[in-house]
């Protein structure tokens, strides 16, 4: 290996070409001389005056050729030009290392040691340099938006497949060959053409969940380079600059619905809940007697979420930027109970909340589809004041009216698991809520029947 080394050396620097000169060659080593050395023998040229000189040494695999010389501080040191040389590309070698000694290199070791050391150190620059520049051809923006996907699919994530939909359908399908450039080479304006495609057509929701996601995804891979539970497609691929930072925000997108059900629509729609055909009707009923909870959580509702002695039900809360779902809690009052049984059509199915008797969960279409045709006969009856409403309005409704009926912000956020992303709810409040939790649905159903719904506070914990 130093023998290579040394070659490549004196080859780069020219110094390896012309033969030492003929006044040297009485007595010179030859090709006949090295052969018949036997193990353990050595030979050298003979040695002009501060030049150094050519040795061989015949070692069991053959000759080792060197080159002799005295260092600075007297010391007589040996070169080792390598095993498997000729004759002539030995002493051509020991020329070029002669020539370098005479002309004022003393030291050929350590310059030659340095020398090895830089070329390593170049090797490994462009070594780096290549794999950078491949990095850099395979980092693409489809590389960054489905690196950061998969990342929400790992982390199971409940908005993954609609972030998945959103950026193929915005990024990929619409702009293919930006899709295919470099991450590093994006810019600000073109990411806002991106963004500004559906916002002109006037769809100004879906263009801020699309601001909102490619925000994300360059966040996110730039975050990977120093997260060591980053995905490790996204770290990979060395994104240092997030590009979709400086997209403002898109002006009336985040316009927030503020209805509301009456307390006459909402019983309105509970009397029609109780004569509508199951699985549909006990899906609804479910969904509104356990507080309105959010369709994706209810969706993947199994079996083993269900505790049928404390008569809860776990959720599994993987909204926000939580890497693990939070466990939410839902306690099942009576008319519950009897929803869930009717979901179950009598079978044991893996799936709760279901409409094909626990093969599957129900998803959002799901619900709205079977709450679209309730809403329409509602409105056909005069029933609905403020016009139709949808599955996040029975949300808010429940929020508002179990405010009206003197439940406490506390309690409503434990029941419908928001807001609790707080220092004080992650670490220190340790209670399960469950009794008050139970309560507030009673005072729910008490509602929706018309019975008086007022709460008594909330329970002192003991000390």
């Known amino acids: 290996?130093?023998?290579?080394?040394?070659?490549?050396?004196?080859?780069?620097?020219?110094?390896?070409?012309?033969?030492?000169?003929?006044?040297?060659s009485r007595g010179r080593l030859t090709s006949r001389r090295v052969a018949t050395l036997r193990v353990g023998e050595s030979?050298?040229?003979?040695?002009?005056?501060?030049?150094?000189?050519?040795?061989?040494?015949?070692?069991?695999?053959?000759?080792?050729?060197?080159?002799?010389?005295?260092?600075?501080?007297g010391e007589r040191v040996r070169l080792p030009l390598g095993t498997g040389l000729n004759l002539a590309d030995a002493r051509r070698l020991a020329d070029a290392l002669s020539r370098r000694y005479q002309s004022g290199e003393r030291d050929l070791r350590a310059a030659i040691d340095a020398e090895r050391r830089e070329?390593?150190?170049?090797?490994?620059?462009?070594?780096?340099?290549a794999e950078a520049e491949a990095a850099a051809k395979r980092a693409t923006l489809g590389a960054v938006l489905a690196g950061y996907v998969a990342q929400l699919e790992r982390e199971e994530k409940a908005s993954a497949a609609e972030v998945r939909r959103a950026l193929w359908r915005h990024v990929h399908d619409a702009w293919p060959v930006l899709w295919l450039t470099p991450a590093g080479q994006i810019t600000a304006d073109d990411l806002l053409a991106v963004v500004a495609k559906p916002a002109d057509a006037g769809k100004l929701r879906e263009a801020a969940k699309l601001r909102a996601y490619l925000r994300a995804a360059y966040a996110a891979a730039v975050r990977a380079r120093q997260d060591a539970r980053a995905l490790p497609a996204l770290r990979e691929l060395r994104v240092t600059a997030n590009p979709a930072r400086d997209l403002v925000t898109i002006e009336g997108a985040s316009q927030a619905r503020?209805?509301?059900?009456?307390?006459?629509?909402?019983?309105?729609?509970w009397r029609r809940l109780q004569v509508l055909p199951d699985p549909g009707g006990a899906l609804l009923r479910f969904h509104l007697i356990t507080g309105g909870q959010r369709i994706e959580q209810l969706a993947r509702l199994t079996l083993d979420d269900l505790d049928s002695d404390l008569q809860v039900v776990r959720l599994r809360d993987t909204k926000g930027r939580r890497r693990q779902a939070r466990p939410h809690d839902v306690p099942l009052i009576e008319q519950a109970i009897v929803a869930l049984r009717a979901l179950q059509g009598g079978t044991l199915g893996t799936y709760l909340f279901t409409v094909t008797a626990g093969e599957s969960g129900a998803v959002y279409a799901t619900v709205h589809h079977r709450l679209r045709s309730v809403v329409d006969a509602m409105v056909g009856a005069g029933e609905l004041e403020k016009g139709p409403f949808t599955v996040g309005d029975l949300r808010r409704t429940v929020e508002t009216r179990l405010a009206a009926?003197?439940?406490?912000?506390d309690v409503r956020a434990q029941l419908q698991s928001h807001g609790l992303s707080g220092v004080q709810a992650r670490h220190y409040d340790r209670h399960d809520y469950l009794p008050e939790k139970r309560d507030a649905l009673e005072t729910l159903h008490r509602l929706l029947i018309g019975v008086s719904a007022k709460v008594t506070p909330i329970r002192k914990r003991k000390a």
């Open 258 to 269: 503020q209805r509301a059900l009456s307390v006459a629509e909402l019983r309105a729609y």
């Open 1 to 24: 290996m130093r023998s290579k080394t040394i070659h490549a050396i004196l080859m780069e620097t020219g110094t390896g070409r012309a033969p030492m000169s003929a006044s040297n």
């Open 405 to 409: 009926e003197g439940v406490s912000a």
């Open 43 to 73: 030979a050298a040229d003979p040695a002009a005056r501060g030049a150094g000189v050519l040795q061989v040494r015949r070692l069991a695999n053959g000759p080792t050729f060197y080159y002799r010389y005295t260092a600075p501080d």
């Open 119 to 129: 070329a390593h150190r170049q090797q490994e620059a462009d070594a780096r340099a």
